[in-house]
């Protein structure tokens, strides 16, 4: 079926470290939409990406959308003790727009 | 304040005994759907609902029921829980369902023993 693998499943850094995390789906996707849960939470909306190539910035945090819309990425400069959590990638199969299938999460821990 | 409600949060139940985990919201969103949640498994969609009276499967939906009667409810329903079914689950809420991002409930962590 349809899948949304996302690399790594666990990373460690020290504060100040960038962080990134990748999301490939094994089919062309409509848009995406990225959360993130923090420990004992649920998850929170960040941003979703909808045309072919895109890019968007929150602050520290980059999204981007790959040319084909079947992949994504999310890059952290600089990271903060306040952005431990798990960060999920979202995609909407362009011909199940119902859907929302979620990747596997990447789980950020921060040393200070 | 706009939030999307589970209850109860926290259930411990034994097998065969039937539950329903409630989900309501007061945004007056379209769409709504449940999630489950596992180690290593990320959220994986169990039904969704595109309106009143529009239900669909999503990826596990395999022991559990739905319903939507009304534009805020969406009851997820066990009518024989098995402890295969011990999960993390969400409900989450959206206005449309295709562009918007989901607005998550705050979970009900459920074990069947």
């Known amino acids: 079926g349809q899948q949304v693998m996302q690399i790594p499943q666990y990373q460690h850094v020290q504060e100040g470290e960038d962080f990134t995390t990748y999301c490939n789906s094994s089919?062309?996707?409509?848009?995406i939409q990225w959360y993130k849960q923090r420990p004992g939470g649920h998850p929170v909306f960040l941003i979703q990406l909808v045309k072919s190539g895109e890019v968007k910035k929150q602050k520290r945090l980059t999204f981007q959308f790959g040319e084909a819309k079947k992949n994504s990425s999310l890059h952290i400069t600089a990271t903060q003790t306040t952005d431990v959590g798990t960060y999920f990638c979202a995609g909407r199969p362009l011909t199940q727009g119902g859907k929302l299938i979620f990747g596997q999460g990447t789980e950020l821990s921060v040393k200070p | 304040e706009a939030q999307v409600t589970q209850n109860p949060r926290y259930l411990i139940t034994v097998t065969g005994k039937k539950l329903t985990v409630t989900c309501s919201q007061n945004m007056n969103h379209e769409y709504m759907s449940w999630y489950r949640q596992d180690p290593g498994l990320g959220l994986r969609q169990i039904y969704y609902?595109?309106?009143?009276?529009?239900?669909d499967k999503g990826d596990v939906p395999e022991g559990y029921k739905v319903s939507r009667k009304e534009k805020r409810n969406f009851p997820l329903i066990l009518e024989s829980p098995s402890p295969n079914q011990t999960s993390l689950y969400f409900c989450?809420?959206?206005?449309?369902?295709?562009?918007?991002?989901?607005?998550f409930g705050s979970g009900t962590r459920l074990t069947v023993v």
């Open positions: 089919t062309t996707l409509s848009n």
């Open positions: 609902s595109m309106n009143v009276e529009v239900t």
């Open positions: 989450a809420s959206s206005l449309r369902g295709q562009g918007d991002g989901y607005t």
